[in-house]
Every structure is written in C-alpha cells, then in structure tokens.
C-alpha cells in the first residue's frame, strides 16, 4: 500500500511538491486542497494584468486543477477549505465550501502550503466599494474592473513594498493620478534610505505623489464607496484605495494543531520543510526560511522560495535527502523605468544585527559608456570590517540592475570577500557591460577604503 | 631616489599598471612608451564605430597622452618604439619613430605590456588596397571610409571569432552584402557547434552569407585593389575584405631578452605579473593567463584580462602584493539581435583536456513568458561527471545571456556543484527574470539526468 500525500493549498509551494512527489513516485496517492477557485497561478503577474502589459489572466495560470487531476493523477480540488489538522489522527478536517460539508481526510504525510494573507488593518472604511488589496486572481480583475471606470481619476496606495510600487506602475499607465502613502521614512524599506530616495525623485518628476510619514487613520466613504484617505497628518482624495502594508503568514490552524510556530507567526522549519510534528512539512509564505547570511530563520516571503521549499518538501516527503541551502534575500522590482535590486544584507540590517561593517557606493552604467543606450545605476556593497566578506548589494537605477544583483546573490552564496569580487571574470561587451563590472569598480574602492586605513 | 617605472605599450594592460603605480607611489618616476599615436583606446569599441552606433572614435579615448602627462605626472610618449631589451644593464633599447633616432632608457621595474597583433597570412593579394584588420583607431576609421563608398557593395569577412561576427553587424547595418568565411566547420569557436549554428541559422535569415570548411587561397585584386577572395572551393566577390582569424602575442623582443615564452608564444607569468627574469613583468595580451578551470596557464587575450593584470602589475611592481586569480574564459557577443555568451569551458573543451563530463541544455526564456518582450535563449551546462562541479556554461539567444553567464561565471569561481546552482537565490520578478531563473533549470534537469542513472 502507498502513502496518501495530503498538501493544504495549490499555490507555488503546495504544487512544486505535489509535482516533485508525482515525478518521484509514479504512483503515489497525492490530493491537494484549495480554498480558491484556482490553481497554481503567477502571482507575481498580476500587477502586469492590471497595468494591461498582460492582455488575460489566463496568461498567468501555469496549470489548472483538471490538468493536475488528468495529467499528473493528483486529486486537485478546488473550494476546499481544510479546517483543522488532527496530528495524533493523522487526519484532516476538510471542508467542501460549495456544497457547505465537512469530511475528514486522512494523510501519510501533509504538507502545509497555507501561503499567506495581505495584511488589512481594522481601518474605519476598509469594508466600502472601492477598497483592495492584491493577491488572487479574482483581486487583480476587480481592481482593473474598477480602475478603468471613469470615475476613478485618483487612486491611493498605502504601503510602498514591491506590490505597492509595482502597482504605481500600473495605476499610473492606467492615467490615474496616484498618491503613494508610507508610515516610514522611506519607501521600498528592504533598500537603504539614500538608494530609496533615488527612486522616490524619479516617481516624483513622473507625477506620482509619495506621502512619507504618515499614519492611515480611516478610509473615507461616501455612500459605501471610497473617496479618500485620512491620515494623521492630511486627508488625500481617491476614489480606489489599495493597500499593500505586507503579508501575514495563514499559520492560525497550524498553532491550533500544536505546530511551533517562528519569526513572525511563520512555520518552523527545519532544511527538511520539517514542522515539530511528525509527518507534517511546511513550504512557502506560510513557513520561514533559513537566512545564510543572518545565520538564522527569516520570513521573507517570495515566489522562488515558495518554489524551492516546495520542491524540496516533496522531494522529502517522498523519500528523498535534499535540503533547503537557504535564502540570501534577492529580490527586484521595477516601477516604470526604475528599477530597484537587492541581496544579503542592507546598511540598515547589518547594523541592526550588530554586525562591524563598511560599506561602498558607486555611480556607473549598465554597459559602455559610448555604447548607446547606457542606463544610469548606482550599486552599494555592504561588506564585514573584519574579514571584508560581503554582507549584501543594492542596486538601483535605469537598467542593468537585476543582473548585478544575481552576481551578487551567487557570491554571498558562497561567502565571497569583496576583494575577491575584484577577481571575478565577467563577461564584457560594450553592449552589455563596463570592461570593470560595476560591482567590481565598487568592489576597487572598498579596497582603496580600506587600505587608506 | 625612487625606482624608474618603464611600461611598454600605452593600452589598457600597461595603463592600467601606470595608473596602479600612480596612485600607490605619487612620487614615482613612470615613463610610458607607446609605438602609435593613441593610448587607452577602448579597442572593444572600434565595431561600433563602424557601425556607426558611435559617432566618433574620440568616445573611445578613455585619457589621451596628454592626460596622462599633466594629470598624473606619467611621461607617456607616443610614436616610440621599444626595440629592445637588455636585461642585464635593466635598459631597453626606444627608437623615437618621429625623429627616427635610439637611445636607451634605464629601468629598473619594467613592464612588457605590448600587446596582441591581428594575425594575416601571407595571401596573395593581401597588401592590396581594400584589405583590413581591425585593431586600431586608424585601422577602424580606415575601414569605415573605405565601406561608405557606394563602390563597396560586397564584404568577405575571413574568421568567424569575436570581432568577425561582430563585424558582420556593422557591414549589414551599413547596407553591405556580408559573406563570413570560416576554414572551421562552425562559426564562434569558442562555442559548441549546436549552439553556434543557432546563431548560423539567424545570421542566414539576415541575409547574410555564411561560408563553412573552406580554406582562403588568396585575395584576388584588379588595379591593386581587392575585388573578391578564393577560397580552397569558391571564389567570392567583394571590394573590401576584412581579416579577423586572431592575435598573436608581441613577444619577438621579449624572446630575443631571454623572456621564457608559454602557450601560443606568450610570455609566461606568474600570478605576480612576474617572468623568469628580474624586475621584468608582462600583462594583457602579449602574455600568458592562470585558467581556473584548466588550473594552467591559457591564452585568451581580452581586454578585462588585460586591465586586471595590468593593474595588478602595477601593484606588486610599486611593491604591493597582490596576485591574480586567474580567469574562468568569460566572454559574450553581439551580432544583430543574436547574442551569445560563455564562461567556463565548452563541451569540446573539456572532452579535449580528457575531462569525464555531463551536459544538460535547456531552451528558455529572459523572462516570464508572460511578460512583454520575453526573448528566447538557449543554455548549455557543462559539468563533471564525478563530483558534477560546472565546467563552463554557454547561453546563446535573443536576450539575457550576460546575465545568466556572469552568475555561472561567479559560480566557476567559486567551485559549485550542477545541484548547487539550484539553490542560488537569484533576483525574480517578471520582467526581469523567470521564477526558476533559466540556469536553474537547467541544473534540475541536470539533477534528475544524475538520478536517472
């Protein structure tokens, strides 16, 4: 007899390891449960959907619950809302949310692959026409739906994150006069504030009002719909209202299961996607991961981590050794022309950590100088003051970014020192670098800085 | 009384060193001697002038001579020739071209850093009016006139390497009928052959005449100027032919010193810049490279090469102790919208060295599919069958190549294993990357190629 593979929602994580389990084991058993009426989408897509970069939704879903089910012979259902999780039973309670009737499912092994939910404050207003947030399918549509009635001139985003910042684009190719509203200081809080502010000039000569410093008290409505946005400084007129303040891990009924839960209410686990329960893994936005450079979990919730740790959960769950090498904290984002990529650490977390460091910025170009069509970037390296080995890279600017930021990513990966990155052998032609990377003329610097010492 | 710094040859491998020098010791005595009359020219430039995607080749000009006089003090010459070496008296032998007179110089660091020279076999024809190589600005401006004449409608191209193919986009953009001819059976030689008639395939729906395993016999000519090439097989009209079959290290003098030559007649050093002989150092193009991969000497001349050796030759003669870590093979190109990268070892490579190997290649996309502009690339992986550490990887495509090969380049640098690349956190978002960036998928099927065994 086979194993039943039970796996509690059908995004990146949840069906990376239903893929791996059914590539592994031919013929495992293997259901998936999703609350939703879709599968397996591209979430990161939909701000492109509603910017009309991508003409239909469809565009974003990579499999449907019936390919799972024909295709692969994993029992994919969809509206299926599982309740609680009973571990002594090794059952779970599942609920048939259009039918409205409860049934009880047992497992082998369960993976839980909750994701997480946009963070909604309890904000007067926040239930009136006109107010949303972005995650699903179904968000994206309504929002575009709405965003391209005519009465909707003003839109009002709070929360300059990745989305936030995505949907300043798409609003804004949309003609909408967008006002971007953060409590801090800064918007894009994973960059140090000097690169942030880079970008916070550019938004502003393309018209986009950033409000920084400013607490959202309520949403103002008038006749159940949104028409502005009141903080404890100013009110903002709008007749959309986003709200992008970060996810929250979907861990309530994992605690209630008597799972050991981390930093920031997210999942344990261990390099195995192993929970503290016995036959219980967990992967993606729900679960945290192992930071390499903190040494420690983190709760950076991201697609390409939700895949890996999924694939690695199935891979375990299945049978299989690999491990989860961890996360070094990449990521990138455009907004119009801007373009804004991170790794390891920031100035800021670095010194939050307590840990010695220096740091470098230079101002370069993405390729030739001579070449046409070279972009401005600037590109900071935070290194440790005692062994010079690299802490992080941001870089920001009109192109080129994402692709330091991969060297970048893969050389704190393997604990490069900056002096080292001075040796890397990159590839170069004027169309596509500077005959010294911009990381290494950085990288040439912090050198200089630190023999001048 | 300090040292007299003595730097033969004004480009990117002996500037770089003065400048090293310069900046370590801002008292030092630098005496630059360069045979023309431009120094640090961006020779990687010299395509796209012809092209016509640079204006002028005063863009190319990183300092003139001038500069490098009043600004740091070095006494860089033009028009000087260095005859030759005598190591013992640590004196050199410097004809001033000009005024066509010698005298000696007394050194006592001196640095042979004089470069490469377009190789051009003893062709009948090949002094006639309308027969190039492409090296210098002179040479460049050269062609330039001689192919905006209406006259010049046909272009033969002898050599398939870097500058052939990237002179094959200038010619096309320049109107001419372009013909390539290659004594090989592929162009691109440095890639694997699958992977190059990618690139051979677009280049025939360019109209462009690609011309496989013949020989060139000779330049035919009519009134002195050249009128067509024949070849082992064929004959091929064309007014201008442009010669681009490599470079061969200037190292007849060195020799004559008693310098030990290495590979392809390079100077050989260590990975001080040092030769066999006192207070004598070589870098950039006339002398030998530490291969990582190979883990001995190599000879590929390039000019990142040349700028990183020559600044560490400027550090270790001002005294410093820098060393070279050696290059992986890294390189990309343009011609047309095709581009083509490569870093490590190619298959060929690698079975030529008697290397037990796997590859993997997976045809992918820049960025999510889904996205706008998503080009498609191809990428190759070439690991050890052993202990699967990568060897080289190639990518060839219409967009995103630099970028996947700069992060395998950093990954050979590094020692990482096929599965490894796996676990790199690299920078996602749709119009940057897909969510398992293109190496990585590579590297899972190269996983399960492994299991499957």
Redesign the interface.
């Known amino acids: 007899m086979t194993n039943h593979y039970v796996i509690i929602g059908g995004d990146?994580a949840g069906m990376s390891a239903a893929m791996q389990i059914r590539?592994t084991l031919p013929e495992a058993k293997i259901t998936t449960f999703e609350m939703g009426g879709i599968y397996s989408y591209?979430q990161?897509?939909l701000p492109?959907f509603i910017s009309e970069?991508?003409a239909s939704t469809d565009?974003?879903i990579a499999r449907t619950a019936e390919q799972f089910n024909e295709k692969y012979n994993i029992q994919a259902h969809t509206y299926h809302e599982v309740t609680e999780i009973h571990p002594q039973l090794k059952k779970i309670t599942v609920k048939d949310l259009k039918k409205n009737r409860e049934f009880l499912v047992e497992y082998d092994k369960l993976l839980i692959a909750t994701g997480g939910s946009p963070v909604m404050p309890d904000w007067k207003g926040k239930e009136a026409k006109g107010v949303y947030y972005l995650k699903t399918i179904p968000d994206a549509e309504a929002i575009y739906a709405m965003a391209k009635l005519d009465t909707v001139k003003e839109v009002v985003i709070v929360g300059a994150g990745?989305i936030g910042l995505?949907m300043v684009e798409a609003f804004h190719r949309l003609g909408k006069k967008v006002s971007l509203i953060q409590r801090g200081d800064q918007i894009a809080n994973v960059f140090d504030k000097e690169l942030a502010q880079k970008a916070e000039e550019y938004l502003k000569e393309q018209q986009v009002q950033i409000v920084l410093g400013e607490n959202v008290e309520e949403i103002l409505t008038a006749d159940g719909s949104a028409c502005g946005v009141r903080t404890d400084k100013s009110e903002y007129s709008s007749q959309l209202v986003l709200v992008s303040i970060g996810i929250t891990p979907n861990t309530r009924m994992a605690k209630e299961a008597g799972i050991r839960l981390g930093i920031k209410d997210a999942i344990e686990i261990n390099e195995r996607m192993e929970t503290n329960l016995p036959d219980i893994y967990a992967a993606g936005d729900c679960a945290t991961q192992f930071h390499?450079v903190k040494n420690r979990q983190d709760y950076i919730p991201?697609?390409?981590?939700a895949?890996?740790q999924g694939r690695i959960a199935g891979a375990v769950m299945a049978g299989g050794n690999k491990t989860?090498?961890?996360?070094?904290?990449?990521?990138?984002?455009?907004v119009m022309d801007y373009?804004m990529?991170?790794?390891g650490l920031t100035e800021k977390e670095a010194k939050e950590l307590g840990i010695p460091l220096e740091t470098v910025t230079v101002d370069s170009l993405s390729h030739?100088g001579?070449?046409?069509d070279a972009k401005k970037l600037t590109i900071k390296l935070v290194y440790r003051k005692d062994d010079q080995r690299v802490l992080g890279g941001q870089a920001v600017g009109f192109g080129g970014v994402?692709?330091r930021?991969?060297?970048l990513?893969?050389?704190i990966?393997?604990n490069?020192t900056v002096e080292?990155l001075?040796?890397?052998?990159?590839?170069?032609?004027?169309?596509?670098?500077m005959?010294?990377?911009p990381i290494q003329q950085a990288a040439r610097v912090a050198r200089?800085q630190n023999k001048a010492k």
């Open positions: 990146a590539r591209a990161c897509g492109y970069d991508i565009k974003l990745y995505e390499r991201l697609g390409t981590t895949n890996k989860f090498a961890g996360i070094v904290g990449s990521s990138v984002l455009k373009q990529a991170r790794t030739a001579y070449y046409p994402a692709k930021i991969d060297v990513a893969t050389a990966f393997n490069m080292e001075e040796d890397l052998d990159l590839s170069y032609a004027p169309p596509f670098n005959s010294w990377d200089s």
